[in-house]
């Protein structure tokens, strides 16, 4: 690594560090610079955070103060309790506060509902049922210090469930025999911090098992004949919600510690070859929008613009955090 990448990263460090949203401030210090929420300066940023973030104020517009609380359901897109609290743990809301309770008790109600699973057919000997709702819910269970005997229901649901080829499938067709992308990735997520969390051997297998439908294809290529499954999985987006591109397994394997993998080379040179003239990454596409409540996949959190020439902050920390845990980059700061 050249003296002149070190200055590069040392000066987005102090660039992220310098945000004026709270969150990333918070973020680039557990991701990027390893503390946790017993540090100073994590418990500085934290003690008010609530009422200084505008992206924590804007996510918690969304969910109910109380039981009388008039809400949209649970999975509306994006503004249902279920992305709230999936966005609010990625991007390292501290765990355990106890206002975030109803909305998790809301969100398990609807997963583990009978209503619910009745929907989830098994099919030429495969459960299929959209995985990511299960997995989106015990990741955030887990991230925001909620876990309980219920969480254990979901990770044993994923893992009972799971395709011989390792991932999951919503696909009701009989001839589909392959997992699906979108399905797959955030349960490959959720059942690593379960693993990790409970020491669970079964979980951690099932995640290794997962991540190998990801690396035999180097995540984005077809086995048959090596081509570009789809050409949208090169794009870097932010937030992901349900949605599967290489900037989110390169995330998950990152977590895993299977970054390092030389099945991973290609997209993490894809991913350096988007940086911006400042060093930072861009945000390539959306999945939201931000201005019109009307209208289909509304946010009520701004996370930025789609620009390929300028740096989107939090594009920027997961991408910096994947090159640390790849040993791309240094970072210390």
């Not at 390539?284 to 300028?310: D, L, M």
């Not at 740096?311 to 790849?326: F, G, P, Q, R, S």
């Amino acid at each position: 690594m050249t003296d002149f990448q070190n200055v590069r990263e040392d000066k987005l460090i102090k660039q992220l560090l310098e945000s004026s949203e709270p969150a990333v401030r918070l973020k680039t210090y557990l991701r990027l610079l390893d503390h946790d929420y017993e540090t100073s300066e994590v418990k500085s940023i934290i003690s008010d955070m609530r009422t200084k973030s505008s992206i924590i104020s804007q996510l918690f517009s969304t969910l109910p103060k109380d039981e009388q609380s008039k809400t949209v359901h649970v999975y509306t897109k994006w503004q249902g309790i279920h992305w709230t609290l999936s966005c609010l743990a990625d991007i390292g809301y501290p765990p355990n506060d106890d206002f975030l309770q109803l909305s998790i008790d809301y969100e398990l109600k609807w997963l583990l509902s009978e209503e619910h699973w009745k929907k989830k057919p098994i099919i030429d000997g495969r459960r299929r049922f959209c995985a990511s709702q299960e997995s989106n819910g015990l990741f955030s269970i887990l991230s925001l210090g909620f876990a309980d005997e219920r969480s254990d229901i979901l990770a044993e649901r994923l893992m009972k469930y799971q395709w011989p080829d390792g991932g999951w499938n919503c696909d009701k067709k009989p001839e589909v025999k392959n997992s699906s992308y979108h399905e797959s990735i955030i349960p490959f997520r959720s059942l690593n911090l379960y693993a990790e969390q409970k020491n669970d051997q079964r979980a951690r297998n099932a995640a290794n098992k997962a991540s190998e439908l990801f690396l035999k294809r180097k995540l984005f290529r077809k086995q048959s004949d090596g081509s570009i499954i789809n050409p949208r999985w090169l794009k870097l987006h932010y937030p992901p919600y349900w949605h599967y591109d290489i900037f989110i397994a390169l995330k998950v394997l990152a977590e895993a510690n299977k970054i390092t993998d030389s099945r991973c080379n290609e997209a993490l040179d894809l991913l350096e070859s988007k940086r911006t003239t400042d060093g930072g990454f861009p945000k390539e596409g959306r999945y939201c929008q931000f201005k019109n409540t009307e209208k289909s996949y509304f946010t009520p959190a701004n996370w930025g613009s789609v620009n390929k020439r300028k740096m989107n902050e939090w594009v920027t920390i997961d991408a910096l955090y994947i090159l640390k845990k790849a040993k791309r980059i240094d970072l210390d700061y």
